[in-house]
């Protein structure tokens, strides 16, 4: 069953295609491995404090707020006649050449500048090819193979476990046997695969049809300017030197025409790309502004700003005074993959039939006793029950993680519901934007939060009030949740 289930994939997308798929979500789930480095590199190296390492971070991630712009370029402004291997190729040598350079570079990994704007770059390479890689699913599965949609959103998010699973467990242990450095320049074997990997998979040209046949038209009418101006001057002259003189002039002539005409097509093509992305942006706000589509995303928006995360000063926490190591925080993250699935199975098989503002105010309540757990690790409530640390950090990963999910499933189905045709890839990547760029807003209110608290890599007495406000304003959004359309529920469809 699921041989003939490959095989009928295969015939269908080609191998090529699903390798490459498969290769870029593994990549995005296997970053886990690197960023376990890039967070000690911030803490033992650039000896940075968690909030700085925290404003870092969300600097960093900025490029994952602008993932509509990426999906307007390349729908608007082909390159060569295509419109996504290009901007994929483009994509994959951002992400590349950041980690070779840190990797061998150890100027720009010990500046807190350069090292910021490498992965700063990296980042926009992995959003870019992101968005790349969504744009050509929704093609290959619109271009006859609908039957396949859910086959390959579900081979996507496995990839996308699977790499964070391997990179999550690696990455510790890779950390506790290797230098840093080292841990960069192996994770760009991965984008250099996936350069590579671009090689292998063909795209039809996709200029717009009027574009062709105007080039073609300018094309024909160079040739029969410049053949009927040659017929016309040939026999102007009849002596060899005024033949010559002519000939002259007329080269000339025909350089200018054939300049005059490549020059308008040019300007012609310029100003179709422009008016193509004018018409984009311009469909995009319109639709946006809709009190069905805009009231539910300011839900949503504001519902992570005003959670300030602690994340990091979190991990600080348990580098510095829990002395736990880098392969069992690995380990952790992989119980948070486990959970994470857990959760997208609860949710489809328990709450995706109740109301959207129902399971959204469980998903509230849960998170704020997720930061419970947080609360009896800081105040050391849990050693009175000779609970061990491990045991806390472990299991508290691994429930946060599975409700953070009850919020995130909803999400993007209102999101998909919403999305009309027609400019469904962008709108639904400024849904993901709208949710990224308001994570890492809470996450410098976190840091600033963190600073103003004076928490330090040796000062946590004030962590405990930071996780108590973090609490309470868990569970403010649940207060505007009219947002929320009343009768949505978690249903696809």
């Given at each position: 069953m699921?041989i003939?289930?490959?095989?009928?994939?295969r015939?269908?997308?080609?191998?090529?295609?699903?390798?490459?798929v498969?290769?870029?979500?593994?990549?995005?789930?296997f970053?886990?491995f690197?960023?376990?480095a890039?967070?000690?590199q911030?803490?033992?190296?650039?000896k940075l404090?968690?909030?700085?390492?925290?404003?870092?971070?969300?600097?960093?991630?900025?490029?994952?707020?602008i993932?509509?712009?990426?999906?307007?370029?390349?729908?608007?402004?082909?390159?060569?006649g295509?419109r996504r291997l290009?901007?994929?190729?483009?994509?994959t040598?951002?992400?590349?050449?950041?980690?070779?350079?840190l990797g061998?570079?150890?100027?720009?990994?010990?500046s807190?500048t350069?090292?910021t704007?490498?992965?700063?770059?990296?980042?926009?390479?992995?959003a870019?090819?992101?968005?790349?890689?969504?744009a050509m699913?929704?093609?290959?599965v619109r271009?006859?193979?609908?039957?396949?949609?859910?086959?390959?959103?579900?081979?996507?998010?496995f990839?996308?476990?699977l790499g964070g699973?391997?990179?999550?467990?690696?990455?510790?242990?890779?950390?506790?046997?290797?230098?840093?450095?080292?841990?960069?320049?192996?994770?760009?074997?991965l984008?250099?695969?996936q350069l590579?990997?671009?090689?292998?998979?063909k795209e039809?040209p996709?200029e717009p049809?009027?574009?062709?046949?105007d080039i073609?038209?300018?094309?024909?009418?160079?040739k029969?300017d410049?053949?009927?101006?040659?017929s016309?001057?040939s026999?102007?002259?009849?002596?060899?030197?005024?033949?010559r003189?002519?000939?002259h002039?007329?080269?000339?002539?025909?350089?200018?025409?054939?300049?005059?005409?490549?020059?308008k097509?040019?300007?012609?093509?310029?100003?179709?790309y422009?008016?193509?992305?004018?018409?984009a942006?311009?469909?995009?706000?319109r639709?946006?502004?809709?009190p069905?589509i805009?009231?539910?995303?300011?839900?949503?928006?504001?519902?992570n700003?005003t959670?300030?995360?602690?994340?990091?000063?979190?991990?600080?926490?348990?580098?510095?005074?829990?002395n736990?190591?880098?392969?069992?925080?690995?380990?952790?993250r992989?119980?948070?993959?486990l959970g994470?699935m857990?959760?997208t199975?609860a949710?489809?098989?328990y709450?995706k039939?109740k109301k959207?503002?129902?399971?959204?105010?469980?998903?509230?309540?849960?998170?704020a006793?997720a930061?419970l757990?947080?609360?009896?690790?800081v105040s050391?409530?849990?050693?009175w029950?000779?609970?061990?640390d491990k045991?806390?950090?472990?299991?508290?990963?691994?429930?946060g993680?599975?409700?953070?999910?009850?919020?995130?499933?909803?999400?993007?189905?209102?999101?998909?519901r919403l999305c009309p045709?027609?400019i469904?890839?962008t709108?639904?990547?400024?849904?993901?934007?709208?949710?990224?760029?308001?994570?890492n807003?809470?996450?410098?209110?976190?840091?600033?939060l963190a600073?103003?608290l004076?928490?330090?890599?040796?000062s946590?007495?004030?962590?405990?009030?930071?996780?108590?406000?973090?609490l309470?304003a868990?569970?403010?959004?649940?207060t505007?949740?009219?947002l929320?359309?009343k009768?949505?529920?978690?249903?696809?469809?």
């Amino acid at each position: 069953m699921q041989i003939a289930w490959a095989a009928r994939m295969r015939a269908s997308f080609g191998a090529p295609f699903l390798w490459l798929v498969t290769l870029v979500y593994f990549t995005q789930g296997f970053r886990s491995f690197v960023w376990t480095a890039v967070s000690y590199q911030m803490k033992d190296i650039l000896k940075l404090s968690p909030s700085a390492s925290q404003v870092v971070v969300s600097v960093a991630h900025s490029p994952w707020s602008i993932k509509p712009i990426y999906g307007i370029l390349s729908d608007c402004i082909p390159i060569n006649g295509r419109r996504r291997l290009p901007y994929l190729v483009i994509a994959t040598i951002l992400s590349l050449f950041p980690w070779l350079l840190l990797g061998l570079k150890t100027s720009i990994r010990s500046s807190r500048t350069s090292f910021t704007a490498s992965l700063t770059l990296q980042n926009l390479g992995s959003a870019m090819a992101d968005v790349v890689i969504d744009a050509m699913i929704a093609e290959a599965v619109r271009a006859e193979h609908a039957e396949f949609a859910g086959d390959l959103q579900s081979l996507s998010w496995f990839a996308m476990a699977l790499g964070g699973i391997c990179g999550s467990l690696l990455g510790g242990y890779t950390l506790s046997q290797l230098s840093i450095d080292t841990i960069f320049l192996l994770f760009a074997v991965l984008p250099a695969v996936q350069l590579l990997s671009c090689s292998l998979v063909k795209e039809t040209p996709s200029e717009p049809q009027r574009v062709q046949i105007d080039i073609r038209q300018e094309n024909m009418e160079l040739k029969e300017d410049i053949s009927h101006f040659s017929s016309n001057s040939s026999f102007s002259k009849t002596s060899n030197r005024s033949k010559r003189k002519s000939k002259h002039k007329n080269d000339k002539r025909k350089r200018n025409l054939k300049s005059g005409i490549l020059e308008k097509h040019h300007g012609s093509l310029v100003k179709r790309y422009y008016m193509s992305l004018k018409s984009a942006i311009y469909s995009l706000v319109r639709t946006f502004k809709q009190p069905i589509i805009l009231r539910p995303m300011a839900w949503f928006f504001f519902s992570n700003i005003t959670v300030p995360s602690l994340s990091t000063v979190m991990f600080y926490y348990q580098t510095e005074v829990l002395n736990l190591e880098a392969s069992f925080l690995g380990n952790a993250r992989v119980v948070g993959w486990l959970g994470l699935m857990l959760g997208t199975y609860a949710y489809n098989r328990y709450l995706k039939h109740k109301k959207l503002r129902e399971v959204l105010t469980y998903a509230h309540i849960g998170l704020a006793i997720a930061n419970l757990f947080d609360i009896i690790l800081v105040s050391k409530l849990h050693s009175w029950l000779a609970i061990p640390d491990k045991f806390m950090v472990l299991w508290g990963s691994a429930f946060g993680d599975t409700i953070r999910q009850f919020k995130l499933m909803p999400f993007l189905i209102i999101s998909g519901r919403l999305c009309p045709p027609g400019i469904e890839g962008t709108l639904f990547a400024l849904f993901m934007s709208i949710n990224n760029l308001s994570s890492n807003l809470g996450s410098v209110f976190g840091a600033a939060l963190a600073s103003a608290l004076n928490i330090s890599s040796e000062s946590f007495h004030n962590l405990i009030f930071g996780i108590d406000i973090q609490l309470l304003a868990t569970l403010l959004p649940i207060t505007f949740l009219f947002l929320i359309p009343k009768e949505a529920t978690g249903l696809a469809s």
